[in-house]
């Protein structure tokens, strides 16, 4: 997320705006279109997780602009912990995406990424999270939207996220 807007994997010229930045922007738009009758949470995945809350809120004018504050000070961490964040959200989704009896708590994730999946001391494979995923979201309950900023992130990954379950990919330069 250091890496320029446009441009290599290099690091920025000083004043020109970085993938973090742009998806900051990007964000807290995007946020603000929400109707105050849906729920959201925002979790940053770099080397940690780091929610904005611990539960989705509701989307008030008060939420959106803790939202956004958060969202400012938020800086970048090394690691892309992926498996970790969908772990993760799929957990608080509770048994919504596996049992058809009831409901889940999330319906619809977007990621967001511009990394390689990390975990550990090392990658984590294609393979090992599109597999938890599917089992995750066994009777499709979540659509899964992936978005990745640059070359880095695996294509094969946010394709496959998002086609087995319903999601759309895209690739920003």
């Known amino acids: 997320m250091k890496a320029p807007l446009f441009g290599g ?6 004043g020109s705006p970085t993938r973090l930045v742009r998806a900051k922007e990007e964000l807290s738009a995007a946020l603000g ?6 729920e959201f949470g925002v979790i940053a995945f770099g080397g940690t997780l780091d929610p904005f809350t611990p539960r989705p809120v509701p989307a008030t004018e008060e939420n959106v602009a803790l939202a956004r504050e958060w969202l400012s000070g938020l ?5 892309t912990s992926t498996y970790d964040v969908l772990d993760l959200v799929f957990s608080e989704a509770g048994g919504g995406p596996l049992d058809r009896y009831h409901d889940s708590a999330v319906d619809t994730l977007f990621v967001l990424t511009d990394g390689i999946p990390y ?17 995750w979201n066994l009777l499709g309950r979540v659509v899964v939207h992936v978005v990745c900023l640059g070359e880095m992130a695996p294509k094969r990954l946010a394709e496959g996220l998002a086609e087995q379950s319903g999601g759309r990919y895209a690739r920003a330069p």
């Not at 994997?9 to 000083?14: H, L």
């Not at 800086?75 to 690691?79: D, S, V, Y």
Request: aromatic share 0%.
């Open 119 to 135: 975990r550990g001391n090392g990658g984590d494979s294609v393979q090992r999270i599109l597999a938890a995923v599917r089992r």
């Open 75 to 79: 800086t970048m961490n090394l690691g």
């Open 9 to 14: 994997e290099d690091a920025p010229e000083e």
């Open 33 to 38: 279109r929400l109707s105050p009758s849906r």
